[in-house]
């Protein structure tokens, strides 16, 4: 049974940075991708990143490039995602996914995933 639990959440403001942290367990990583979404309160969910596990290939959205950072490590069986330049509208409950196929824009739109996790929640103020 494949669970995914979230940490790293916070209060932080413009600017800052914080970095999200998910365990996985109960599947073999290294034939899924594990990406990260977010909800704010009134918008639609919106795929941020993901990750190759076996090749540690990556995608991210427009909006966070150049901010965010997702990284694996195998060993621990973690997927981070580092978030530096926060800015108001970062703000949103991230949740961790999981899925049996490729990272790429279509894992992003996160119609295909069968495995999320908690949520952690991200409040970007001034």
């Known amino acids: 049974q494949v669970q995914l639990v979230e940490s790293g959440g916070g209060l932080v403001q413009p600017g800052g940075s914080l970095r999200l942290s998910c365990a996985a367990s109960?599947?073999?990583?290294?034939?899924?991708?594990i990406g990260w979404f977010r909800q704010a309160p009134g918008k639609e969910r919106e795929g941020v990143s993901c990750?190759?596990?076996?090749?540690?290939?990556?995608y991210y959205t427009d909006s966070v490039k150049g901010r965010f950072t997702i990284s694996r490590d195998n060993a621990k069986s973690t997927v981070s995602l580092q978030m530096n330049s926060l800015k108001p509208e970062d703000t949103a409950v991230y949740y961790c996914?999981?899925?049996?196929?490729?990272?790429?824009?279509?894992?992003?739109?996160?119609?295909?995933?069968?495995?999320w996790g908690q949520g952690t929640q991200v409040t970007v103020f001034s």
């Open positions: 996914t999981a899925a049996p196929f490729r990272c790429s824009s279509w894992y992003l739109n996160g119609a295909d995933i069968g495995s």
């Open positions: 109960g599947f073999t990583l290294d034939y899924y991708a």
């Open positions: 990750i190759n596990i076996s090749d540690g290939t990556t």
